[in-house]
């Protein structure tokens, strides 16, 4: 039973992780970098409505939407969209590592069982067929560990890969959003000037002549 649930979670999430949320993350991000740059904000946040199955995109749609509010808005749907993502690439993966421990506890409790009803016949039993019901015993008990190990080592092989895809998609997308909410918050600053930095210092009567 643990091996086909595990087979379940392992074709579910490698499908999820590497199919369904894969993307081509530097020409989506430079596209829509290049919109905000030229102030084309409606058309960056249509495009991420466009793909919008991607977390990623998703992401970015959360927060464009609020792209014409202040910093503080912008930071709060950042958190909002992270927090919304993050749980697609983490859900059920879990279970995949718990399934690879329990299907190695079920081998050896099978095992611990089978030893003990072996030992218990053989004491029972004629002398004659003892080391035939001694061996098959053992041989029964040693079977429940092998189809433990048989579920559980590709369970733990494919936890390792699928974790890390998920670790990787992760941290993209974190440092995705991060740079779109800064690249929107800078936007709204005010263009530096030597009065708005210096704002007592006069301006020198040299940089007035060249401006005037």
């Known amino acids: ?89 983490t859900r059920r993966l879990h279970y995949l590592g718990m399934l690879a421990n329990v299907a190695t506890m079920v081998g050896l409790l099978g095992t611990i069982s089978g030893l003990i009803t072996s030992f218990k016949a053989v004491a029972k039993a004629d002398a004659a067929v003892k080391q035939q019901l001694l061996s098959s015993g053992i041989a029964e008990s040693l079977n429940t560990t092998l189809l433990g190990l048989v579920v559980a080592i590709p369970a733990m092989v494919f936890f390792s890969i699928l974790t890390g895809r998920q670790n990787q998609l992760i941290e993209e997308t974190t440092e995705k959003c991060g740079k779109l909410t800064e690249l929107l918050t800078s936007s709204h600053l005010p263009q530096l000037t030597r009065q708005n930095v210096f704002p007592d210092t006069p301006v020198p009567p040299s940089a007035t002549n060249k401006v005037s």
């Open 1 to 89: 039973m643990t091996g086909f649930i595990s087979i379940y979670f392992i074709v579910d999430r490698f499908k999820s992780l590497y199919f369904d949320f894969g993307m081509d993350v530097k020409e989506f991000t430079q596209k829509i970098q290049n919109l905000i740059i030229a102030k084309k904000v409606d058309e960056a946040l249509v495009l991420s409505s466009q793909m919008e199955k991607k977390p990623l995109a998703r992401a970015f749609k959360t927060i464009l939407e609020k792209a014409d509010r202040d910093d503080e808005t912008i930071f709060q749907a950042h958190d909002n969209a992270m927090s919304e993502i993050i749980p697609l690439y």
